[in-house]
């Protein structure tokens, strides 16, 4: 099992940047998918981006495709979520999450681990 501790949001002018990092711990992170998902005040929390255990298969929706980069070291338990040209809309609390398995997913059901989350405010 592992947990998870997000850091890095915080308050960014539209068109600015931020890095989230998700920090894990146990011995067996490199075993897990690892996903970012946002909740916005009254509404549903929906899928970010996600990326497989070892790196190499990387999921975005479509509202952050071209914007958003994930990545992760699994030297340093750590995912991150590098975020570009940020609008007001991407203003939510933004989770990561982990699941014992090598593929990720977008479905927030699929991961039993979560972080407690980290606010990015984006003003116009």
């Known amino acids: 099992q592992v947990q998870l501790v997000e850091s890095g949001g915080g308050l960014v002018q539209a068109g600015g940047s931020l890095r989230l990092s998700c920090a894990a711990s146990?011995?067996?992170?490199?075993?897990?998918?690892v996903g970012w998902f946002r909740q916005a005040p009254g509404k549903e929390r929906e899928f970010v981006s996600a990326i497989s255990s070892g790196g190499t298969i990387k999921y975005y929706a479509d509202s952050v495709k071209g914007r958003f980069t994930i990545s992760r070291d699994n030297a340093k338990n750590t995912v991150y979520l590098q975020m570009n040209s940020l609008k007001p809309e991407d203003t939510a609390v933004y989770y990561c999450?982990?699941?014992?398995?090598?593929?990720?997913?977008?479905?927030?059901?699929?991961?039993?681990?979560w972080g407690q989350g980290t606010q990015v405010t984006v003003s116009s």
């Open positions: 999450a982990a699941r014992p398995y090598a593929l990720a997913s977008s479905t927030p059901n699929d991961y039993a681990t």
């Open positions: 146990g011995r067996t992170f490199t075993t897990y998918a």
